[in-house]
Structures are given as structure tokens and as C-alpha cells.
């Protein structure tokens, strides 16, 4: 188990298990305890209590100093999802701006603002006005809504993306006062797959009869349209056909079936693509972490088939970060006790996440562990567990030793295995979305 003092702890290399994997949402840091291979077993919960405190403690503090640096203000504490109403006065610069939509609550980081409106090279077009943003939407949709101008109109509202159905209702409700409890019994494919035939897969899973995952982000003007559920929904559906209308998802499921053995459907790029929206901080990442679970869901690649292993997965139903106890309860979305796919997308993924689910990565990347820019900036990618365990043994301020290296004298499992360690890297809220 771990030992040792101050800020170093030793990390067996014996463990079948991820130790963890720190995620961060445009800055906010999301970690979580997760396993790579098996499911914990709750006999270490309670021997690595003092770890966990201390680790949490040490990432706390990162975190909070990452955000102290990243704004002068005192910022808005707004749950991810919520329409933050936000006047950009005449005049401001692009720093000014970033520093008014962190104190807000709109954005997680300054600096990744700032970045995102040099990628865009959108200084000079960033324009004044009063404008109704979801805090934590996607920074390139924020940079983007500000360089076409105001959209507190009441009959506007933007739909970011990595939304739930939980979250656009809710949005809805708030903006165009359409109740979300009416459109979330709305919202069945069912409904719908008569008139558009990309949702027939979605329609005959009765058991999970929703229309999440095909709900497309966008700012939607409502002038003219009734202010119901149906059109709201349909208006999202048509525009999700148009925009997948030349995405080229049969050439992409032939090349994923050729080189990984893996069949997939047009829902299943959707699921995936969901998954990997949720895990992704850039669109490098995207690829990457495509080839990652590919790889662990091809029959030809590494030992054989692995797990998806996606916290995420299971933050969908939790409506928080998961805990190690939550990823051995049992669910058709613990991706770490049932095999393939969750049984329904678990957001709805941007165009980039749908790319990268139809062309991955050419990698031999079993393993990812990514934090953002308050806790590192980290994206790194392992081909085997023991490298993904250095890595975050690093991160962490750990000392990593190799198997060869370690006492004999380690605790072991009922097979003689060596006991496996998790650290916890720390938690934040969820709100209603899946976190890996």
C-alpha cells in the first residue's frame, strides 16, 4: 500500500487499475478515482483514505491557484448549463471581455479564452452588446457568438455544445419559457423517426427511447415559430440533418470495421463520438482519445478486447463525477462492468467529436490522461499501463517505482496479485453531465 512521507507516496506497480485520471472542463479540474482493467475492490476504499485526503488537498489547492491567477475578480459561482446574461461594454478589449465572462461564470479559464480568439483571429471582431451564454459552453462557440453580435432577443437561444437533453431542457425553459418537463416527455425518438430516418436505430431501443445525442448545438432564432416542444425539437433535428448530411459515415465504419474488427452503426459513431466529447479538451485530443477506445474495443489490438473504462459513462446517470464505489455499481452505463457502448449517447457530441469517431487516430494508445489548464495542462498517452501509471505518478508528485523495484513485502490479494492503489485526485460538481 502506499507509503512513505511529506508529499511523496510510493505507487505500486502491481495494480491492475488506472490509479486516476484528472479531467478539466475548460480549466475546471475534473478528476476522478478510475480503474483501467478491472473494477476496485472495496476492501482498499477504507486502507486508502489518508491517501485520498491528501491527494485531494493537493490538487485542491492547484486548482484554486490556477484560478486565482487566471482573474483579478470574484467570480460568479453558476452551475455548467445555466444562461448567464452578459453585457459587453463598447470598447473592450479581448482580455477585458475574457476577464468579464470568467468573473461571470461563462468561461472556466482566461487564458483559454484569449488563445481561442487568437486561433480565430477574432480581436478586432469581437462585438459589444447584451448577450444571453451558457456557462461552461465551448469556448470557440462563446468566441464565435461574439463576433456575430448580441442575441438576448427573446426569441433567440444557443444550444452549446456537450449539452444533455437535462440541460438544452432546461436552457429552454429559461430562455423561451418552454417547461422542461414537456420536453423531456417529448423528446423520444420514437416520435420522430418517421420523419427522419437517421433516428430508426435510436426508435427501437425501447428501453432507452430518447432523442439524446441528436439535439444540435447551435443558436436557434425562434421569430415566428411557435414556442412549444415540438417545434423546438424539430427545429434541432433538421438541423442536425443538415449538418451530417455530408459527413461520410459509411466510408468511416468501413475503414474503423477494417482496421480494428470493430461494427459499428451511425447511433454508434453518435454514442461514441458523445463519449469522447466529454472526455476531449481540444481537438487533438478528439482523435487521440477515438484510437484509444477503439483500441481497447478491437479484438486484434493489444491482449484482446478491453473495457471502454469511461468515467463519463457513469456521470451521465450520476449527474456528478463518480466515485471508485460508484464504478462497481452496477449499470448499463458502467463502461467498466458491461462491454461495448453505453446503451445511449450520453450527450450531444460537436461535428469535431463525430470526425474523430469516424477517423481516429492511427495509434497503439491504450491509456489517456489529460487536466487542464489550471492543473497542468496535461495530455498525455500511454501504449501500456505501466507508462499511464509514471505519468500520473508524476503529475501528482508521487514517487513511482517499477515492479522489480518494490518490497516483497506488499500486500497482496487472495491470488497473490499485488494489491491495487488508487489515488483521488480531487472532486467538483458534475451538474448533469458525464465526466471521465
Known amino acids: 500500500m502506499a507509503q512513505g512521507t511529506g508529499e511523496m507516496r510510493r505507487i505500486s506497480n502491481r495494480s491492475k487499475q488506472v490509479m486516476a485520471k484528472a479531467h478539466a472542463k475548460a480549466g ?18 477504507y486502507a486508502l483514505v489518508a ?3 491528501v491527494v485531494a488537498v493537493v490538487v485542491a489547492v492547484r486548482a484554486c491557484v490556477g484560478r486565482a491567477a487566471s482573474s ?16 459587453i461594454p463598447e470598447g473592450y478589449s479581448s482580455t477585458q471581455i475574457a476577464d468579464l465572462l470568467y468573473e461571470k461564470g461563462v468561461v472556466d479559464s482566461v487564458s483559454s479564452f484569449k488563445k481561442e480568439v487568437t486561433s480565430q483571429d477574432a480581436e478586432s471582431q469581437l462585438k459589444p452588446g447584451v448577450y ?24 433567440s437561444v444557443t ?16 430562455v423561451l419559457e418552454i417547461p422542461a418537463d414537456s420536453f423531456t416527455k417529448q423528446a423520444k425518438a420514437s416520435n420522430y423517426a418517421s420523419d427522419y430516418a437517421f433516428l430508426s436505430a435510436a426508435a427501437k431501443n425501447s428501453t432507452y427511447d430518447t432523442l439524446e445525442g441528436y439535439l444540435c448545438p447551435k443558436t436557434y432564432d425562434f421569430t415566428g415559430i411557435d414556442k412549444t416542444a415540438d417545434a423546438a425539437i424539430r427545429l434541432m433535428l433538421d438541423q442536425y440533418e443538415t449538418e451530417t ?4 459515415f459509411s466510408a468511416g465504419e468501413k475503414k474503423i470495421s477494417t482496421t480494428y474488427g470493430v461494427t459499428m452503426s451511425d447511433h454508434d459513431i453518435i454514442t461514441l463520438a458523445s463519449v469522447i466529447e466529454k472526455e476531449a479538451l481540444t481537438d487533438k485530443d478528439r482523435t487521440l482519445i477515438a484510437s484509444v477506445f477503439y483500441n481497447r474495443l478491437s479484438p486484434s489490438k493489444g491482449s484482446g478486447v478491453m473495457r471502454l473504462q469511461s468515467d463519463a459513462t457513469m456521470g451521465y446517470v450520476l449527474g456528478r463525477t463518480p466515485t471508485a464505489d460508484d464504478l462497481e455499481t452496477e449499470s448499463p452505463y458502467n463502461t467498466y462492468l458491461n462491454d461495448g457502448l453505453p446503451p445511449t449517447p450520453i450527450c450531444t457530441p460537436s461535428q469535431a467529436s463525430i470526425e474523430a469517431a469516424l477517423s481516429p487516430a492511427d495509434t497503439n494508445y491504450f491509456y489517456f490522461y489529460i487536466t487542464g489548464e489550471d492543473d497542468g495542462n496535461i495530455h498525455a498517452y500511454s501504449e501500456t499501463y505501466e507508462e499511464h501509471q509514471k505519468v500520473i505518478a508524476d503529475h501528482l508528485g508521487i514517487e513511482w517505482v517499477p515492479e522489480t523495484e518494490e518490497s516483497s513485502d506488499e500486500g497482496t490479494d487472495d491470488s497473490g496479485e499485488g494489491t491495487d492503489e488508487v489515488v483521488d485526485t480531487g472532486e467538483e460538481t458534475y451538474d448533469e453531465e458525464g465526466e471521465g
Open 28 to 45: 475546471g479540474v475534473k478528476a476522478t478515482v478510475k480503474s483501467s482493467r478491472t473494477p476496485l475492490g472495496t476492501r482498499l476504499v
Open 51 to 53: 491517501v485520498l485526503a
Open 72 to 87: 483579478s475578480g470574484d467570480r460568479a459561482q453558476v452551475a455548467r448549463g445555466t444562461v448567464v446574461s452578459v453585457e
Open 132 to 155: 444571453e451564454l451558457v456557462a461552461g459552453a465551448d469556448v470557440a462557440s462563446v468566441v464565435k457568438l461574439l463576433t456575430v453580435g448580441p442575441n438576448s432577443a427573446e426569441t
Open 159 to 174: 444550444i452549446p455544445e456537450g449539452l444533455t437533453l437535462q440541460q438544452t431542457a432546461k436552457i429552454l425553459e429559461d
Open 245 to 248: 448530411s455530408g459527413v461520410g
